[in-house]
């Protein structure tokens, strides 16, 4: 019965009506691109079959299930004006993204490493919770940025407000001055298009 349940409300949602002026990009193109990745996922989990009987399920599955999860997809801005699809970011920008932000990780680690094995640790330690604010049209910048923030050691992604108040806990000074110096906050807005970046300290540092 919870199946069930669940099953009609997804179709309830894929009959509501999306008003197609407020997506943000091509809807087609979008939906292709869904098709696509789901059939791909298909053939993984199939073993590579290639049988043209489980292709052809395979691709009506594909299409079917984008057809029904389509609205869910679609995410809203703050407004309400704009509506973004929730896998609409650039392939090329995405695996840039991706290399930059694993540097970033090594860089962090080698800050935490030195912090925590130097002879002097305590004075290398120094927890501080930092607060920023960060603005975006898209709602997913808010959700990459943080979940960026807190892959990377030394930094944990406390709290994000609905105005884009950023409360992180910086272990090191190093952690602090990175999540502060806005580097991350301005590759993530150039990965979602975000144009310049609106981004501001709030505050300075807290201690923790």
């Not at 197609?20 to 073993?47: A, E, H, N, P």
């Not at 030195?114 to 930092?130: F, R």
């Not at 944990?156 to 806990?169: A, K, R």
Request: net charge neutral; proline share 4%.
């Amino acid at each position: 019965m919870i199946f069930y349940d669940a099953l009609r409300q997804v179709i309830s949602l894929a009959k509501q009506k999306v008003d197609d002026s407020k997506i943000v990009g091509s809807k087609y193109l979008q939906m292709s691109g869904t098709v696509l990745m789901l059939f791909v996922f298909w053939l993984i989990m199939s073993g590579g079959d290639m049988h043209p009987k489980f292709l052809f399920y395979g691709l009506v599955t594909s299409v079917i299930t984008t057809w029904l999860c389509y609205p869910l997809l679609l995410v809203p801005n703050a407004d309400g004006t704009r509506l973004y699809y929730a896998f609409s970011v650039s392939i090329p920008k995405a695996i840039q993204y991706f290399f930059w932000l694993m540097w970033q990780l090594v860089l962090a680690n080698i800050d935490v490493l030195l912090a925590t094995t130097a002879q002097d640790m305590m004075t290398k330690i120094d927890p501080k919770i930092i607060r920023f604010k960060f603005h975006a049209d898209n709602p997913l910048a808010y959700a990459v940025l943080a979940n960026s923030i807190t892959l990377t050691p030394g930094t944990v992604t406390l709290n994000v407000t609905p105005d884009g108040l950023y409360e992180i806990h910086a272990l090191t000074p190093g952690a602090a001055d990175g999540c502060l110096g806005g580097d991350m906050q301005r590759k993530v807005a150039w990965l979602f298009g975000e144009g310049n970046c609106n981004f501001e300290v709030v505050n300075g540092e807290v201690a923790a």
